[in-house]
């Protein structure tokens, strides 16, 4: 007879089972487990901490937008009817943000000119501008008629009314030798100035109640320097809240 085969120990398929698990470490298991942590660290967080963090994001995004946008109110009737007194506007100020490439030049040579450059637009004919007024401590907001070369001329309405449209014969404002066309004006001028040309770094400008307005027939051409921004919307009083349409004199393009 054959000898009695020894027994051999066997492991059942529960016990592998159960050994394979614990030697495999469980993977989703610890990436759970690092979620949860972070989660926790998060919301662990000081309440101050969080409230500090908001407050520097809104002082940074108000300061930003203050550097590009500004309110102003209009004061007095100098550009009726398209502005009215009292009124508030919101004025953009990145169009004059002004570089002089000779700017380094000049560190070392004084007498080198300026070349000025406006990277997001400058002065554009028909833009309503708010500017440091030069004969008082405030600002005036006008309409650009003359830029730098430009020679402006104005002929005067001898009608008490002067109603813009009416036939006046030459009455008008004239750049380079065209007369422009106003439908924003109030009234026709009732005085005259003689042909100018607007010098460089300066800018022409009018109020739209063309007899009741202090302005560059009165003032001269003023600078560049001294604008702060065009105007582009106006929000208060809530009823004539809207954007301010910018003529583009297609006459002067011909």
Not at 120 to 146: H, Q
Not at 169 to 175: A, K, M, R, T, W
Not at 202 to 218: A, F, M, P, Q
Request: a negative charge.
């Amino acid at each position: 007879m054959l000898p009695a085969a020894e027994d051999t120990p066997t492991t059942s398929s529960t016990e592998a089972s159960t050994l394979t698990g614990e030697e495999l470490p469980d993977l989703q298991t610890e990436e759970s487990a690092e979620e949860n942590a972070a989660l926790e660290k998060k919301r662990s967080r000081p309440l101050y901490r969080e409230i500090i963090e908001t407050a520097l994001i809104v002082l940074v995004v108000f300061f930003v937008v203050r550097s590009v946008v500004q309110n102003y109110q209009v004061d007095g009737d100098s550009m009726l009817p398209t502005l009215h007194n009292e009124e508030y506007l919101l004025v953009n100020k990145a169009p004059y943000f002004v570089y002089d490439s000779n700017a380094f030049a000049r560190i070392f040579n004084s007498s080198s000119s300026s070349d000025v450059h406006y990277p997001l637009g400058g002065p554009s004919r028909g833009d309503l501008i708010v500017f440091n007024a030069p004969t008082e401590p405030r600002d005036f907001v006008k309409r650009v008629i003359g830029l730098p070369g430009d020679t402006v001329e104005i002929r005067p309405d001898p009608d008490p009314i002067g109603k813009p449209g009416a036939p006046c014969g030459d009455c008008g404002v004239y750049v380079n030798g065209v007369r422009l066309n106003e439908p924003y004006a109030r009234s026709t001028p009732d005085y005259r100035t003689e042909p100018i040309v607007v010098p460089a770094g300066d800018v022409y400008v009018l109020g739209d109640n063309r007899r009741n307005s202090e302005d560059s027939h009165i003032l001269g051409p003023i600078t560049i320097k001294s604008i702060v921004g065009t105007a582009f919307a106006t929000y208060w009083p809530s009823s004539m809240w809207g954007f301010i349409s910018h003529p583009s004199y297609p006459e002067l393009q011909k």
